[in-house]
């Protein structure tokens, strides 16, 4: 036990402390910028089981803010590369990592073993997924986001909101690391406050991380927290879930956003293209089954809200990131 002993020597951790953190099993995804300083932490305080997905592979673009892989690790799988580092620091780590997305399809699947989920995807589809999928286990989400040098970390769903109740709406604009930029430290910061919050959760500490967020602006060089415990869920009729290919059914009409210039027709037989201007004057059926499609979510949001208020109420959104 002297590997963890000043970690034990904290009151509010100790033996018994160390025990729930040996017996605990965390469900994280994504190995990037965020989820390498979660795993390397989580792993590290003494967690006994860590499950790992991320479909991606290392590139040199990376390694500026993802500090757990090496030149080495160049166009290795981010699990496959994360698993070896993991396990040469901590043999006894019971490690499970799986070169594969999170999605509508197998969430379940792998949520129900975990304890605590972190959400380190920084992708709207995925965190909504996640968070939907948490609040109806009951199970605590920590999730967090990051662009340039600003971003935040919050508890949710189990005794506390979802990410709904937080945030209903989607952001106006879909900016990512890729397209904006990223500072390597602000997300260091940020996955290390997410393994933080995760601990805390799982020891029980009050207060709670769950119902709590912090932010970080290392622009302005200043940092700030608030509650959000009492924030209602959206009416069930506002809530626009994401979904996966294998869960469209066949009678649904599937409308696929994107233009052909960005990516081929989605591969189903009822999917047909419509850019978001196109629709009000599709002759699509209110009372059928909508699957709106795009890259990131944002555009189908939009689009789903705009049938919303002509009487569609069946509407899902598949979020298929970038072409192949």
């Keep these: 036990m002297s590997r963890y002993a000043r970690q034990m020597i904290l009151p509010e951790v100790g033996a018994e402390g160390q025990a729930r953190l040996a017996g605990a099993h965390v469900l994280v995804i994504g190995a990037g910028g965020l989820g390498g300083p979660v795993l390397q932490y989580l792993a590290a305080a003494g967690i006994g089981t860590l499950t790992l997905l991320d479909p991606d592979h290392v590139e040199e673009s990376n390694l500026h803010r993802q500090v757990l892989f090496s030149m080495a690790d160049i166009g290795q799988p981010k699990a496959a590369a994360a698993r070896r580092h993991l396990q040469a620091a901590r043999p006894d780590l019971n490690l499970h990592s799986h070169i594969e997305a999170l999605d509508a399809e197998n969430v379940t699947r792998y949520l129900c073993s975990a304890d605590l989920v972190?959400?380190?995807?920084?992708?709207?589809?995925?965190?909504?997924?996640?968070?939907?999928?948490?609040?109806?286990?009951?199970?605590?989400?920590?999730?967090?986001s990051v662009l340039a040098q600003r971003g935040y970390v919050g508890g949710f769903c189990s005794t506390a909101p979802s990410l709904r109740a937080l945030f209903p709406e989607l952001p106006e604009t879909a900016a990512s690391c890729a397209s904006a930029g990223v500072m390597g430290p602000v997300v260091g910061m940020i996955g290390a406050l997410q393994a933080q919050m995760a601990l805390k959760t799982l020891l029980r500490h009050a207060?709670?991380?769950?119902?709590?967020?912090?932010?970080?602006?290392?622009?302005?060089?200043?940092?700030?927290?608030?509650?959000?415990?009492?924030?209602?869920?959206?009416?069930?009729?506002?809530?626009?879930?994401?979904?996966?290919?294998?869960?469209?059914?066949?009678?649904?009409?599937?409308?696929?956003?994107?233009?052909?210039?960005?990516?081929?027709?989605?591969?189903?037989?009822?999917?047909?293209?419509?850019?978001?201007?196109?629709?009000?004057?599709?002759?699509?059926?209110?009372?059928?089954?909508?699957?709106?499609?795009?890259?990131?979510?944002?555009?189908?949001?939009?689009?789903?809200?705009?049938?919303?208020?002509?009487?569609?109420?069946?509407?899902?959104?598949?979020?298929?990131?970038?072409?192949?």
């Design 118 to 144: 972190v959400d380190a995807a920084d992708s709207f589809a995925t965190s909504y997924i996640l968070s939907d999928a948490c609040l109806a286990a009951e199970k605590p989400l920590i999730s967090a």
């Design 207 to 324: 207060p709670s991380p769950l119902g709590g967020v912090m932010q970080i602006d290392m622009a302005e060089l200043t940092q700030s927290s608030f509650r959000f415990d009492g924030a209602p869920e959206p009416e069930t009729k506002e809530i626009l879930r994401f979904t996966s290919p294998g869960l469209v059914p066949k009678e649904a009409q599937v409308i696929d956003l994107r233009p052909k210039a960005e990516a081929p027709l989605l591969a189903m037989a009822q999917a047909r293209r419509l850019l978001p201007a196109e629709l009000p004057w599709a002759d699509l059926c209110p009372r059928q089954k909508t699957v709106l499609c795009c890259r990131s979510g944002l555009r189908a949001w939009r689009a789903a809200r705009a049938l919303q208020a002509q009487g569609f109420d069946q509407i899902e959104i598949l979020a298929m990131g970038d072409p192949a």
